[in-house]
């Protein structure tokens, strides 16, 4: 059974730092591509960062590139979402989701998200 489940959302000042992480079971999971995907208040699905397997390539949606870190331990089936210099903006619900294997888009699975309130 696959079981994705978002943690380390909460609330923080502006300018601060938070670490998101994915815990992905029932997948195989160094296979996979994962991403990160936010939903802000009154907006759409906004996708954020993702990390493909094997040699970790990361890629960055432009407003939040130079401020968040994707990492993942495919021996703890774990990804990782490091937030920086976080933004009112940035505040969201963030979901992580795993790509279909060979692909980076195509989402599979997805957690229930973890919200993330950004105080000015």
């Known amino acids: 059974q696959v079981e994705v489940v978002e943690s380390g959302g909460g609330l923080v000042q502006a300018g601060g730092s938070l670490r998101l992480s994915c815990v992905a079971s029932g997948l195989t999971f160094d296979n996979l591509a994962m991403s990160w995907v936010r939903q802000g208040p009154g907006r759409g699905l906004e996708w954020v960062a993702a990390?493909?397997?094997?040699?970790?390539?990361?890629k960055y949606a432009e407003p939040v590139k130079g401020r968040v870190v994707i990492s993942r331990d495919d021996a703890k089936k774990t990804v990782y979402l490091e937030l920086n210099s976080l933004k009112t903006e940035d505040a969201a619900v963030y979901y992580c989701?795993?790509?279909?294997?060979?692909?980076?888009?195509?989402?599979?699975?997805w957690g229930q998200g973890t919200r993330v309130t950004v105080s000015s």
């Open positions: 990390i493909g397997s094997g040699v970790g390539t990361t």
């Open positions: 989701a795993s790509a279909r294997a060979g692909t980076w888009w195509q989402y599979d699975y």
